[in-house]
């Protein structure tokens, strides 16, 4: 994809410059049309044509054009082709030179009629599912809204498991999406703008946000980098996200993404900025903030304590995924002062076996861990849970009696894998920070653990996202939203928008 883009960079601006100063126009002959739209298209076979004579004086012909599957076939035939062929234009004595019109207002049947002067604008509607409908002797067409695509139904998202709460998940049509968003948010100032992005693809691209509650000053900014993006392929929010994003050599995401229609939703009712993308459930939101990856919706769905608790457990689970195989490393490797002795002993008996250093031995266990981890992703889901399970047994296992890692760094890497389970949203920077650690305790001990923390914590620091501190309201602190960080605060407690996201603090 990127080859493609670099190759064709120079060739798609010419071109689009081109076409810009020469707009086709439709002819007033229909054989021009039909070439032109052939030509244009190097008749494709999914381009279909259908030849169509009024019953008019002049038997005047004509033609409609649409792209196969892209359109419902029994719609044009019953709200297009016939009132158009099953009326006399002699009885209703209809104008020549308004017969364009009059179809337009009194014959098709159809929720959306639009008439356009421009070929250019004829073909691309085609390419999006609607019908063209060109007469001999006009130089305008009309263009029939007859969309119709196959898509998967609204189902609960794989990526994002629910206990309690809607089990709604977008899918990949963007109409359905903003559908899922207008039906929760029942409110006329939530706002939909549409962008077409990729010189080649043309993906409708929709920018969502709630009028009055949204900081102006972000939305703008949002419209701003969606038109700056040159691209000519755009098949998924993965690649906007990448154009937009305020630090993109940082393994820190500041740029959310979500298939669950609630979340999204409870994301715009705080003032954040949605981002949806025609071919893909997931949609992007800004601006997004650290503490967002230790927040579920399912922690407003249940009682305070249980929430706050299940939060705290996500924390601890984060720390532990990060910070165990360093520890663990360091203390091994460099303190033993700080093991208590009876472990200390445990430890040296389960190690004396092993013909690697503790550092090697950690590394080979977690790649191996991140092996099989990846090939239960990739493989066919029943398969795949299998593979996950009963490798990591039989690896661990053989692994231990074979003596190629000692008892004690199985279990540190099984707790790790665990607690990465728990903070499925920070998974792959996790993993990234982890290797990072590791090295510095390998090498430096708990003096080079600590430097890392400190270098991590001040890069985290200094990200922002689209204008707002990444750590907020961590830091800079902001009091009144702690209600709703590490712990969660009794729903009546929690009206109104994050003042430092919104318009208007509350």
């Not at 002067?117 to 067409?141: M, N």
């Amino acid at each position: 994809m990127r080859r493609l883009r670099k190759s064709s960079e120079n060739k798609g601006s010419q071109q689009s410059q081109q076409s810009k100063q020469m707009a086709r126009r439709v002819s007033i002959q229909l054989k021009d049309n039909r070439s032109t739209l052939k030509q244009n298209f190097n008749n494709s076979i999914d381009i279909q044509f259908r030849d169509l004579q009024l019953q008019d004086k002049n038997n005047t012909r004509g033609f409609i054009c649409y792209t196969e599957g892209l359109v419902r076939e029994e719609y044009i035939h019953q709200n297009v082709m016939d009132p158009l062929l099953g009326i006399n234009f002699n009885k209703v004595k209809v104008n020549a030179n308004s017969l364009i019109s009059y179809m337009d207002s009194h014959i098709i049947k159809a929720s959306s009629v639009n008439k356009t002067s421009s070929l250019d604008e004829a073909i691309e509607k085609i390419l999006r599912g609607q019908t063209a409908i060109f007469i001999d002797g006009f130089d305008s067409a009309l263009l029939v809204n007859t969309e119709h695509y196959h898509s998967r139904g609204v189902e609960e998202p794989e990526t994002e498991a629910t206990i309690r709460g809607s089990r709604e998940g977008f899918n990949e049509v963007i109409r359905t999406n903003t559908s899922l968003l207008r039906r929760k948010i029942n409110n006329p100032d939530l706002v939909f703008e549409e962008f077409i992005i990729g010189e080649n693809t043309k993906t409708k691209v929709r920018v969502g946000y709630i009028d009055g509650i949204a900081k102006e000053e972000i939305v703008e900014e949002v419209r701003k980098r969606l038109n700056s993006i040159e691209t000519d392929v755009v098949l998924e929010t993965g690649y906007i996200e990448q154009y937009i994003e305020d630090h993109p050599k940082s393994i820190f995401q500041t740029i959310g993404n979500s298939e669950k229609s609630d979340k999204v939703a409870a994301k715009l009712l705080e003032g954040r900025v949605a981002i949806l993308c025609d071919g893909t459930p997931f949609v992007l939101t800004v601006p997004y903030l650290f503490i967002e990856n230790l927040q579920v919706p399912e922690d407003y769905y249940s009682r305070t304590f249980r929430s706050s608790i299940v939060r705290l457990i996500r924390l601890l689970a984060l720390f532990l995924t990060v910070f165990t195989p360093a520890v663990f490393v360091a203390a091994s490797t460099f303190h033993h002062e700080m093991v208590p002795a009876l472990l200390l002993t445990t430890m040296a008996a389960a190690e004396e076996r092993v013909p690697f250093p503790i550092l090697l031995e950690a590394l080979i266990m977690i790649v191996i861990f991140e092996l099989l981890r990846e090939a239960g992703v990739r493989m066919p889901r029943p398969i795949g849970s299998a593979v996950s399970i009963v490798g990591a047994l039989v690896i661990g296992e053989s692994a231990v009696q074979a003596g190629l890692v000692g008892a004690p760094m199985v279990i540190v890497v099984a707790l790790t894998a665990i607690s990465g389970f728990v903070v499925t949203a920070v998974n792959n920077t996790v993993i990234l920070i982890r290797f990072i650690l590791l090295f510095l305790a390998g090498t430096f001990g708990f003096y080079g653990l600590l430097l890392g923390t400190l270098f991590l914590v001040g890069h985290v620091c200094s990200l922002r996202s689209f204008s707002i501190p990444y750590l907020t309201p961590l830091a800079p602190v902001v009091a009144k939203e702690w209600r709703d960080t590490f712990v969660r605060s009794p729903m009546k407690d929690l009206q109104g928008q994050p003042g430092s996201i919104v318009r208007k603090k509350f």
